[in-house]
Structure formats: C-alpha cells, structure tokens
T-cell receptor, first 114, second 114 residues
Framework: DAGVTQSPTHLIKTRGQQVTLRCSPKSGHDTVSWYQQALGQGPQFIFQYYEEEERQRGNFPDRFSGHQFPNYSSELNVNALLLGDSALYLC?????????????FGPGTRLTVT | GNSVTQMEGPVTLSEEAFLTINCTYTATGYPSLFWYVQYPGEGLQLLLKATKADDKGSNKGFEATYRKETTSFHLEKGSVQVSDSAVYFCALSPPTSGTYKYIFGTGTRLKVLA
C-alpha cells in the first residue's frame, strides 16, 4: 500500500515564475492538506481540500492556490514566486473527510527560489 | 488562539540516556495531540498520538501523556539510540468544528552520540 507521494522531489525556480507541486494521497484517503515548512521551522498550514473544494485556508496570500481531482490527488500552485517561498512543501492526507484525525505526510517537495 | 510551544534544541544526549522533550499547548476545549518525527531529508512520520485527557500514546519506546491540567504533552524515552537522532514536532488538532488544520511547534532537534 503506497503512502502519500509527492512530485517532484526538488525544484529550482526563479523569482516571478510559477510552480505546480503534486500530491497523491494514501489509498483510502479523500482529504488532502498542504503545509509549508521553512528551514528550521515547523510546518505551517496552507489549505485543505475535500470533495474537490478548498475547505479551510491558512494565512497565505492568494498567490497560493490549489486543486483536488476526482481521484483525490491534489496540486499546489504558487504564482509570482518570491525568495521567501523557498521551503519544503508537505502534503498530508487523511481519511473520511474529517481533517482532525491523524494525517499522513508525504516526503515533501523542496522548492528553491533564486 | 491555538498554539504549541516546544522546548528549544538542540538536545544532545549520550546513547542509553533518558529523553524528555517538553511540549505545552494552548487551545479551547480538548484538542487531539500528536508527536511527529522528521529524519534528515524526509517528511514527517507520526510517532504517537492522544485524543483525550489522560490518554497515553506510545510507540517504539517513546511515550507521552495528555495532561489537561498542565496543558502538556511531553515526549519521553527511557533509553535513546543513535538512530533516534532527528527533529521532533509536537502538534495539535483543534477540537473546534470546522477547523481541520494541524498546528505545529517549531521542532526540537535531538542528537544522540554513541
């Protein structure tokens, strides 16, 4: 049983560019959350998707957007990249539409903005 | 609001020493509490959890007890190994209906010396 998978593993972008990160949830999970983890910090909640809709959003600007597909996989899009967007982006999935149960995290995508 | 406070690291111990990593939280009601571990270059792995007061979570020799009276969830292990070297994150999931995000502490780095 595959766990949460994310792609790509690493990514280097230039300021002002746009990036798309992808996540496939653990089998049987229908809820996907995205987190940003800056170096030396704990993960910060970006948003959560359930039934193909954004259910809750953290304190991130509109440059951060997402999507969930019918197969429950998800994308995170970041527009107009800033140097401060450099971080590890983590995807987490959980079952049953109840986001408060334990979340299973993927290995993350390391984004570097130069 | 909801928050998690962890003891600052790094924590450096000799193999077989006793480990305590302090975690306190602020939340309304009874959140679920978690400890996650992050090994170098990897995502987060759930280590243990507790969902109500006085619950004790345990896994791989680690344990933590949900203390409502002191709003704490300290992580302990009786005898650490070099392989336990990692960053440990305390997290809470708010009990409020309609709130799905995890709130993480800043993490505590543990280094175990042979």
């Amino acid at each position: 049983d595959a766990g949460v998978t994310q792609s790509p593993t690493h990514l280097i972008k230039t300021r002002g560019q746009q990036v798309t990160l992808r996540c496939s949830p653990k089998s049987g999970h229908d809820t996907v959350s995205w987190y940003q983890q800056a170096l030396g910090q704990g993960p910060q909640f970006i948003f959560q998707y359930y039934e193909e809709e954004e259910r809750q959003r953290g304190n991130f600007p509109d440059r951060f957007s997402g999507h969930q597909f019918p197969n429950y996989s998800s994308e995170l899009n970041v527009n107009a990249l800033l140097l401060g967007d450099s971080a590890l982006y983590l995807c987490a999935s959980s079952p049953g539409g109840t986001g408060s149960v334990e979340q299973y995290f993927g290995p993350g995508t390391r984004l570097t903005v130069t | 609001g909801n928050s998690v406070t962890q003891m600052e690291g790094p924590v450096t111990l000799s193999e077989e020493a006793f480990l305590t990593i302090n975690c306190t939280y602020t939340a309304t009601g009874y959140p679920s509490l978690f400890w996650y571990v992050q090994y170098p270059g990897e995502g987060l792995q759930l280590l243990l959890k507790a969902t109500k007061a006085d619950d004790k979570g345990s896994n791989k020799g680690f344990e933590a007890t949900y203390r409502k009276e002191t709003t704490s969830f300290h992580l302990e292990k009786g005898s650490v190994q070099v392989s336990d070297s990692a960053v440990y994150f305390c997290a809470l999931s708010p009990p409020t209906s309609g709130t799905y995000k995890y709130i993480f502490g800043t993490g505590t780095r543990l280094k175990v010396l042979a």
